[in-house]
């Protein structure tokens, strides 16, 4: 895999239990800009990785991407060294891999990869852009190419 495209859900609405939330109308709509700034960077994912949790699945739908999806209970309120060991075990040759989870998680595994990057707030919607280099996603393994926070 050589770029990774990590994404934090649209913003959500409230319920209970937590893992339920659904996404709101305006994540949705985080959703498809989010979507349509991957596709001017020319960037299509290849498969999509996302938190078993309602909002982060309805963000990955919303997005209208044509690319496989996995959805796993292991990136719902996980830290940042589980997310990255989620993306090594995705099989295959993927050259951009979309991964779509929560806050911390998303920015701790970023901050992990390149660890001299400034990174932005993670705010919903939000898609932070790493280079990989060949090899297992590990620490000091990325170098953030760039940012959109819709």
Not at 38 to 58: I, K, M, N
Not at 73 to 80: A, I, K, N, S, V
């Amino acid at each position: 895999m050589t770029v990774l495209a990590l994404m934090r859900h649209g913003e959500s609405g409230m319920s209970i239990p937590d893992e339920a939330r659904p996404i709101s109308a305006n994540g949705r709509d985080q959703a498809r800009r989010s979507a349509a700034w991957l596709a001017e960077q020319g960037l299509a994912p290849g498969h999509a990785l996302v938190s078993s949790a309602r909002r982060t699945v309805e963000t990955f739908h919303a997005m209208e991407l044509r690319c496989p999806m996995t959805a796993t209970e292991e990136l719902y309120e996980c830290p940042g060294r589980r997310v990255l060991d989620e993306i090594n075990g995705v099989p295959g040759d993927v050259d951009v891999l979309l991964v779509v989870a929560h806050f911390p998680g998303l920015p701790e595994a970023a901050a992990q990869l390149d660890p001299g990057a400034e990174l932005p707030g993670f705010a919903p919607g939000t898609v932070v852009l790493l280079e990989l280099d060949d090899g297992p996603a590990a620490p000091g393994s990325g170098r953030m190419l760039a940012w959109f926070t819709p």
